[in-house]
DNA sequence: GCATATTTGTCGTCTAGGTGACAATGCCTG
DNA sequence: CAGGCATTGTCACCTAGACGACAAATATGC
């Protein structure tokens, strides 16, 4: 495997200096959507918080929970990334999310009571807090600033599966694809690229595989490859190490701007 | 126009008789994604919330507010019916969400700060609480209670939509649209037909044009008709005053089930 | 009660993109 | 280092559903 997205030494000093805010992926700041609640804690509330949790070490593709189970805790990414997804009765996958370092996830069904309604697995080695729901809406009680952000933080989320919704609904793959690049290219501008960006390039620095690219975006795998080859051969996106580097950010967005070409 | 949701004289009583908890629409439950959040509080809370809010009225059509506005209000329904929608480079317009009687809505935009996301129209005559963000977060941070509600909230709908995506990813037209009645059967299971439901009968009591449908759904209006002629001619819908009745729940139900047909 | 606008229903026609089938390449593991 | 698995690339084929264009039926405002 690549360097790409490797879990820090020790977590916590990445998350500490994890800040997208300045990252615009225009209308909708990925950033924001993708906010680091463990970092935008104060530090005693980050103890508060941690010192009822559990460690827990993924390897890539373990599974942390599947839909239907009962498990009720929430989780926070230490360092890696998780993958949320559903699969429909006809066996498409679709991924709903990425969880990236400090992201809290598997919140929104805490209140559900009864199972979970996805699935979770380590999209590569990854280490995770996990902690008990009764812990983490007694924190959220006693720490009123914390429930704030979290509401922020869920409200950054139905706006953007709203924003994907709109997307999935009106645009074709090549528009999917490219709003996609822009946003994970925000999410990952934090971490600098292992082999160095050229001035004005964006290295969207995910380890991602044309299938999961089609189950974020709602396509076959064949058409995420030639859409891809496509922008490849008009000097839109280029491959670094396995990785996708957008070589003109402009472009993309004026295709976004555009709608459907 | 028919009789259908017409907004109660007093759209007080109408707001606290409301209780779908009941209803299962089979995985989700529709009823906890529109939770009546105005019900859910006590008569205190209600109070402290609403006597810092506007009442406003809307005729069918009204505006409430569009994509790039700086309203910074949240809203409640007090009575009838708001469409949230966005519209693409293209046009094309998508139904993000129908907010009900008790519901409240404009809340995940509040933490954004800037500007209005997505637009906000009357679909049929309506009254709104209206309630300043200061106002509201100021009510959210002395009323713990309440603010986990509204986590409860948002996360029902963080679910609701992730639901929604998966559909659109994956099932054909006729399974989207056999989702989407069961759901807004659910919903509007509260409101008494006008015109009586035969036994095992659902009724869908809200008002939803051909296109309507197709905007929720994301498809085109031309192929909403055909496939609602379709369910029709099969016998699992039919058409009762203008709105549609579901004559067989199961019918649709194994629908979902089964996948694309 | 009339005129206009909206909604429904039904055609062809056309295409984006799904599907299946392979070969080629690369990667990880024993 | 070899075998196996995952990923990419590229076909040819096919179909769900978009789109445009109507006519008929309804609703709504004046």
Not at 10 to 32: L, N, R, V
Not at 132 to 146: I, K, M, Q, S
Request: neutral net charge; glycine residues 8%; proline residues 2%.
């Amino acid at each position: 495997m690549s360097d790409i997205s490797r879990p820090a030494a020790d977590p916590f000093s990445d998350i500490m200096t994890h800040d997208f805010s300045s990252i615009d992926d225009g209308g909708d700041t990925w950033s924001d959507a993708h906010a680091n609640f463990l970092s935008s804690l104060s530090q005693e509330e980050t103890q508060d918080l941690l010192k009822c949790s559990r460690r827990l070490d993924l390897k890539s593709r373990d599974l942390l929970f599947r839909a239907g189970d009962r498990s009720n805790d929430v989780y926070i990414v230490a360092g890696g990334c998780i993958r949320l997804f559903q699969v429909s009765t006809t066996g498409k996958e679709t991924i709903l999310w990425f969880s990236f370092v400090g992201e809290i996830f598997g919140m929104a069904e805490l209140w559900r009571g009864n199972s979970r309604q996805i699935h979770a697995v380590a999209n590569e080695a990854t280490q995770i807090y996990s902690i008990r729901r009764r812990d983490f809406t007694d924190f959220l009680g006693t720490h009123p600033e914390a429930a704030m952000k979290a509401i922020g933080i869920l409200s950054a989320r139905v706006r953007s599966l709203g924003h994907i919704l709109v997307g999935l609904a009106s645009d074709n793959v090549e528009t999917r694809i490219a709003r996609l690049l822009i946003r994970f290219a925000a999410v990952s501008s934090g971490m600098r690229c292992c082999s160095g960006t050229t001035e004005g390039e964006l290295c969207v620095n995910v380890r991602l595989t044309h299938q999961d690219i089609a189950n974020l975006i709602g396509a076959s795998r064949q058409t995420v490859t030639t859409t891809l080859a496509h922008l490849r051969k008009r000097g839109a996106v280029r491959m670094v190490n396995h990785h996708i580097h957008i070589v003109r950010p402009d472009h993309l967005r004026r295709l976004l701007e555009l709608g459907a070409a």
